[in-house]
T-cell receptor, first 113, second 107 residues
Framework: GEEVAQTPKHLVRGEGQKAKLYCAPI?????VFWYQQVLKNEFKFLIS????????ETGMPKERFSAKCLPNSPCSLEIQATKLEDSAVYFC???????????FGPGTRLTVT | GIQVEQSPPDLILQEGANSTLRCNFS?????LQWFHQNPWGQLINLFY?????KQNGRLSATTVATERYSLLYISSSQTTDSGVYFC?????????WGAGTKLIIKP
């Protein structure tokens, strides 16, 4: 598609439950990035992919977070055993090249209660 | 790691006014982008500007990479310009974000 698509728009989970977020990058873009926005203004890089391969996962809290980009499927970000501090908006972005303009989806707002 | 600082943190203007937002970064970067996050949370790409000057309507941006800063100019502000403006730089192939400038345009 012409835009980055993210689903769902909103997700509410009780503490300890699993959360799974999805992202469909712009067609033809090889790179996918996930960012977390907390407290309205703080963005944190989580992970990036080149096609289905993890490119950089230095921002991921690995004990509970995992992500995949499989061929012919939306990319996914999964949080096992959510914590209150995981409440945030999760943005997905895609790019044609490794160093180039990143285009962002509308985000998924995760609320952990 | 690289530090990104934006100023001012908050700006309140009357409709029709002009403004300049600044982004300083502490090291060389491969890429710099300006975004507008509207009151509904949507991130809108404004400029991809690792260096030089670009213009798009009432908005323009200049990045002086050698001096490690970028400026975003908004002319003849409209109420729809309200929101938070973010600068983000590419360091080691991930975007590092400033804390944003919150802009309120009063009618």
């Amino acid at each position: 598609g012409e835009e980055v698509a993210q689903t769902p728009k909103h997700l509410v989970r009780g503490e300890g439950q699993k959360a799974k977020l999805y992202c469909a990058p712009i067609k033809g873009h090889s790179y996918v990035f996930w960012y977390q926005q907390v407290l309205k203004n703080e963005f944190k890089f989580l992970i990036s992919f080149q096609n289905e391969n993890v490119f950089d996962e230095t921002g991921m809290p690995k004990e509970r977070f995992s992500a995949k980009c499989l061929p012919n499927s939306p990319c996914s970000l999964e949080i096992q055993a959510t914590k209150l501090e995981d409440s945030a908006v999760y943005f997905c972005a895609s790019s044609q090249l490794r160093v180039y303009e990143q285009y962002f989806g509308p985000g998924t707002r995760l609320t952990v209660t | 790691g690289i530090q990104v600082e934006q100023s001012p943190p908050d700006l309140i203007l009357q409709e029709g006014a002009n403004s300049t937002l600044r982004c300083n970064f502490s090291d060389s970067v491969n890429n710099l982008q300006w975004f507008h996050q509207n009151p509904w949370g949507q991130l809108i790409n404004l400029f991809y500007i690792p260096s030089g000057t670009k213009q798009n309507g009432r908005l323009s941006a200049t990045t002086v990479a050698t001096e490690r800063y970028s400026l975003l100019y908004i002319s003849s502000s409209q109420t729809t310009d309200s929101g938070v403006y973010f600068c983000a730089v590419d360091s080691n192939y991930q975007l590092i974000w400033g804390a944003g400038t919150k802009l309120i345009i009063k009618p």
